[in-house]
Nanobody, 124 residues
């Protein structure tokens, strides 16, 4: 599975951005997808996650009501729509997928795939 993020940039506080994560490969073995972010000097944190089979997405408390995670199954693309961005939202944003990684008859369950990240900078 390959994940490629895009859509990052520099914005003013209060503005919006929409990130995209284009996925390719053995997507039928993926069971969750998520967005993480990592600010300089801080640990990577979970921003939003959704199950491949549907259901209600979940969000970090700090972004509830402002961020929306969604997925286009035709385009194999996941999105993160971010509204009312705050300076503390400045970080590298990463696309994540968790699923089975199989080679022949052997599978690793819960394998994590990561994209290369896209930078979001929010100035006050």
């Amino acid at each position: 599975v390959q994940l490629v993020e895009s859509g990052g940039g520099s914005v003013q506080a209060g503005e919006s951005l929409k990130l995209s994560c284009a996925a390719s490969g053995s997507l039928n073995k993926i069971y969750t997808m998520a967005w993480y972010r990592q600010a300089p000097g801080k640990q990577r944190e979970l921003v939003a996650t959704m199950l491949s089979g549907g259901g209600r997405p979940s969000y970090a408390e700090s972004v509830k009501g402002r961020f929306t995670i969604s997925r286009d199954n035709v385009e194999n693309t996941m999105y993160l729509e971010m509204k009312d961005l705050k300076p503390e939202g400045t970080a590298m944003y990463y696309c994540n997928a968790v699923g089975d990684r199989c080679s022949g008859y052997e599978c690793i369950r819960g394998y994590e795939y990561w994209g290369q990240g896209t930078q979001v900078t929010v100035s006050s």
